[in-house]
């Protein structure tokens, strides 16, 4: 039988078999020597043996008892990050083989993370390599785009084709970079420095930076909040989140729209709300909007390479921060972004 394969469980059987044995001669040879007690022998010898058979029982519980414990610990070692950690099996039965697996389970978990991380910054690194070796021809296509504009003023037709090529290069440049950013942070190759900031100065500056696209859009980009609010972020990169879901509320509001953000200070919450009256999420794209490069079958948007808001969603998350998005078809969005305040905690 498995359970024998244990030698512990075995030599437990064989002391308490003993213990039946000893007690069967003995309750058997009481009455041949015809004792005035035999009856009060037999017993106490009972009791005697019942003892002696829990005594085992519990000595052997209590070192079960206790590798168990010892089993725990080094598992609550290992969740806790000791990568280490590892349970000792080096007896034989069905416990030890279910410590082994677990052993072995580790090793793999261990096994994938480090593949993982591998992957990660072999991911990291390539983007990044591509990144850079695109900015350099890229650089040059404008510089040359340029040189053709200036030379076809009186040539409408090249003119606008160069126009187009403009917007696409631009649009390239924009996805080198978004995605250079996204597996950055993927990858945790990027340190989010915070600080504390001033809400209104960061906002101020985003305006600042779609002023001019808001303005030749007849648009609007309006701002309210309190002078005073403070937020423990990297402002670069909030900066960078926020901007993008404004850029994405501004490719989808017409001309004669307006964008508003709001920030307001709750007793544990700072909340940052981005608002348009836009054409609307339609519900079947509710789900996936922070997908990467999810592209809507309803979206009149063609421009848009569906990183912008992923990019906002991790920078967000990074940030112990989360978004949710209300929106109604034909009316507007908002994405409503709410940050702990750990002091209030």
Avoid at 57 to 84: H, K, L, P, W
Avoid at 114 to 124: H, P
Avoid at 303 to 312: C, R, V
């Amino acid at each position: 039988m498995k359970i024998f394969a244990n030698r512990k469980i075995k030599a437990l059987f064989d002391k308490i078999l003993l213990c039946i044995l000893a007690f069967t001669l003995l309750s058997t040879a009481l009455p041949m020597l015809e004792p005035r007690n035999a009856a009060l022998l037999i017993l106490l010898s009972s009791l005697c043996m019942g003892t002696i058979i829990l005594i085992f029982c519990y000595q052997y519980f209590r070192e079960q008892n206790e590798i168990m414990e010892n089993a725990v610990a080094q598992i609550a070692d290992y969740i806790s990050g000791n990568r280490t950690a590892r349970i000792e099996c080096d007896d034989e039965g069905e416990l030890y083989r279910l410590f082994h697996e677990v052993n072995s389970l580790a090793a793999i978990l261990n096994a994938q993370a480090e593949n993982e991380g591998e992957s990660k910054a072999f991911l990291r690194d390539t983007i990044s390599n591509i990144s850079h070796q695109l900015k350099t021809p890229l650089a040059a296509l404008n510089i040359y785009n340029g040189l053709l504009q200036d030379e076809a003023e009186n040539l409408p037709e090249i003119r606008e084709f160069t126009t187009l090529s403009e917007q696409e290069l631009d649009r390239i440049e924009t996805l080198v970079q978004n995605l250079l950013k996204i597996t950055k942070l993927d990858a945790g190759s990027i340190v989010i420095e915070k600080a504390p900031e001033n809400v209104a100065d960061m906002m101020k500056d985003i305006e600042l930076h779609f002023a001019y696209r808001a303005k030749g859009e007849q648009k609007e980009i309006l701002l309210s909040g309190g002078d005073d609010i403070t937020l423990v972020c990297d402002r670069t990169w909030m900066i960078e989140a926020i901007g993008n879901i404004v850029k994405n509320a501004l490719d989808h509001t017409e001309g004669g729209g307006f964008v508003r953000i709001e920030w307001k200070q709750f007793a544990s919450v700072v909340q940052i709300i981005v608002k348009d009256n836009g054409c609307g999420i339609h519900p079947e794209d509710m789900h996936h909007i922070f997908k990467r490069f999810y592209r809507s079958r309803f979206s009149q948007d063609t421009q848009g390479i569906g990183l912008g808001l992923p990019l906002a969603k991790s920078i967000i998350e990074a940030h112990n921060g989360s978004i949710e998005v209300d929106s109604e078809l034909g009316i507007g969005t908002s994405f409503i972004i709410n940050f702990l305040i750990p002091t209030k905690l």
